[in-house]
């Protein structure tokens, strides 16, 4: 499936308005025919920015309602490569590991990077009550279980099925599903309030993540997809300081160009020598200069679109792994599927059997 959210929000902030307003199955279909559309617009034009939020590719990701009433305290050993942390009613609190405490309410987002450990509380001085451990298991600090007993309904946790402050958990559970050159952009943790950042997409992912019905989980991996590049791109345009150092250094035009190339022409079968020529810089010139500004070779940079890509061709239902290995450059399906394998950490056949 795709990130629907590239360069803006605008023309999706009025596609998720809509679907709001409607019927889950137009939700599904809207989603599902916007891709289409999106992804041609995107390889028309791109930015720096863009082709760092292409990265985000939930499969299976853990997606939860919390419910609380205090007082209450949980501390989150679950070691998720990238969680999402969205205030819904009342106030809560995140405590981060040698970290500066951040009070959630409604409108308000965090996301945490692995490997930071944090609680999550009523206030920050209160005490944990159980723990979450890897595979989002939570047990009680002697270690039982505490599944049945905090759940209420459809993917809703909590210590009252009333509780008065209610928030919305999304993870990234797999490292193949967020890039390392993401990652690497983002600090441990980071934070927006109601009034730094506006969209529908946190109400519409808590109306959503509490139904039970067929092709549910992967719509709330595209919602958790489009959600966490809102609140990023939001972040990123808000807080200069912690811009990575490829931001600050985006108006290099030669970057730039090679960049533009190898999204417009990913099926293209690009060499250093080939890509220096076509911008015009030399070979040595133009791996220092992306290097510094991107964080990786331009050769890894087009290994990674061009994974990317594929990932998103493969869920449409008139390709094939063939059709999709001509489209992003590969001679044959079985050397595409080696290098998808290798980058995605699954087949191309089983990233497609997961999305159908």
């Not at 919305?168 to 690497?184: F, K, M």
Request: hydrophobic content about 45%; overall charge neutral.
């Amino acid at each position: 499936m795709l990130l629907l959210c590239w360069f803006g929000l605008a023309p999706l902030t009025q596609l998720v308005s809509v679907s709001i307003k409607i019927s889950d199955g137009f939700v599904r279909r809207h989603l599902w025919k916007a891709q289409i559309h999106t992804r041609s617009s995107i390889m028309g034009s791109m930015d720096t920015l863009g082709g760092l939020l292409d990265a985000p590719r939930a499969r299976g990701a853990f997606a939860l309602r919390a419910v609380m009433n205090s007082p209450w305290s949980l501390r989150d050993l679950a070691g998720s490569p990238l969680t999402l942390i969205a205030g819904v009613a009342g106030e809560l609190w995140l405590v981060a590991d040698g970290g500066d405490s951040v009070q959630i309410g409604p409108g308000d987002i965090a996301v945490i990077r692995a490997p930071m450990h944090y609680n999550l509380a009523d206030a920050p001085a209160t005490p944990p009550q159980m723990i979450i451990h890897p595979g989002q298991r939570c047990c009680d600090l002697n270690g039982n279980s505490m599944h049945e007993a905090m759940m209420h309904g459809v993917r809703t946790w909590g210590n009252d099925a009333d509780g008065s402050t209610v928030f919305l958990v999304g993870a990234y559970e797999h490292l193949s599903d967020i890039s390392d050159r993401l990652l690497r952009a983002l600090p441990p943790v980071l934070s927006l309030t109601h009034t730094e950042w506006q969209s529908p997409l946190v109400a519409l992912l808590r109306d959503e993540v509490i139904k039970d019905e067929p092709g549910q989980a992967a719509v709330l991996d595209r919602l958790l997809d489009l959600l966490l590049t809102a609140v990023l791109k939001a972040w990123f345009g808000k807080h200069d300081s912690n811009r990575p150092e490829w931001w600050r250094y985006q108006a290099d035009p030669i970057i730039e160009r090679a960049l533009r190339i190898m999204h417009d022409q990913p099926a293209n079968p690009w060499t250093m020598d080939t890509l220096a020529q076509e911008v015009g810089a030399s070979r040595a010139s133009l791996a220092r200069r992306f290097q510094e500004r991107v964080g990786e070779s331009p050769m890894t940079f087009l290994r990674n679109w061009r994974m990317a890509l594929a990932a998103d061709l493969l869920c449409q239902p008139n390709e094939t792994v063939s059709t999709v290995a001509e489209k992003v450059g590969y001679a044959t399906p079985f050397s595409f599927s080696a290098a998808f394998k290798r980058v995605r950490g699954v087949s191309p056949q089983a990233h497609r059997a997961a999305t159908f």
